[in-house]
């Protein structure tokens, strides 16, 4: 069956960045685009870009713009997202996603806690 | 960017209750909505796509309809699974952007 099994929660000081690593199975991993989404507490759910892990094309969300950056090992069918210059307001859950061309996005990971705090 | 509107932001109902829950977009985005389903501690579930297609594995209580700019996703007999959160997400075009979401809980 199709999974995506997120790294575990992660705690962070303000200016620092956190790696999220999103290992998929159950489907092939190339033919799938990726996207991530975050979800901070008491708050709605924010789309943060994609990534093709077939082409490596990825495009992001005005507002991660220069924060985030997407990117995925094939070889081990797992898609990462770095985010920078983490501050309070980034402390949220986030959670990966497959997506197939023309699609809804599908499968979602189990979410991946990050906490920035001084 | 498209905006989209979800309403209500909380919705009080009772087991067996029909409930319907509205997703509105800034501008067309044809069929290209989904809804979501959200409980705490575990993945978000995909309901319905292209605005009225039932996901497979997903009970037939639930249902979606809508074109263009306003979309419903109706539940004809709420069960005690059902009380969740549920947002309504565009994927017509980059930024897929989300609605508000609508808290469903039990009254």
């Known amino acids: 069956q199709v999974q995506l099994v997120q790294s575990g929660a992660e705690v962070k000081k303000p200016g620092a960045s956190v790696k999220v690593s999103c290992k998929a199975s159950g489907y092939t991993f190339i033919s799938y685009d990726i996207n991530w989404m975050r979800q901070a507490t008491g708050q709605g759910l924010e789309w943060m870009g994609w990534m093709s892990p077939n082409s490596g094309s990825t495009g992001y969300a005005q507002t991660f713009q220069g924060r985030v950056t997407m990117t995925r090992d094939t070889s081990i069918g797992t898609a990462y997202m770095e985010l920078s210059s983490l501050n309070s307001e980034d402390t949220a859950v986030y959670y990966c996603?497959?997506?197939?061309?023309?699609?809804?996005?599908?499968?979602w990971g189990q979410g991946t806690l990050v906490t920035v705090s001084s | 960017d498209i905006q989209m509107t979800q309403s209500p932001s909380t919705l009080s109902a009772s087991v067996g209750d029909r409930v319907t829950i509205t997703c509105r977009a800034s501008q067309s985005i044809s069929s290209w909505l989904a809804w979501y389903q959200l409980k705490p501690g575990t993945a978000p579930k995909l309901v319905i796509y292209k605005a009225s297609t039932l996901q497979s594995g997903v009970p037939s209580r639930f249902s979606g309809s809508g074109s263009g700019t306003e979309f419903t996703l109706t539940i004809s007999t709420l069960q005690p699974d059902d009380f969740a959160t549920y947002y309504c997400q565009h994927y017509n075009s980059y930024p897929y952007t989300f609605g508000q979401g609508t808290k469903l809980e039990i009254k």
């Open positions: 996603v497959r997506r197939a061309h023309g699609q809804a996005p599908d499968y």
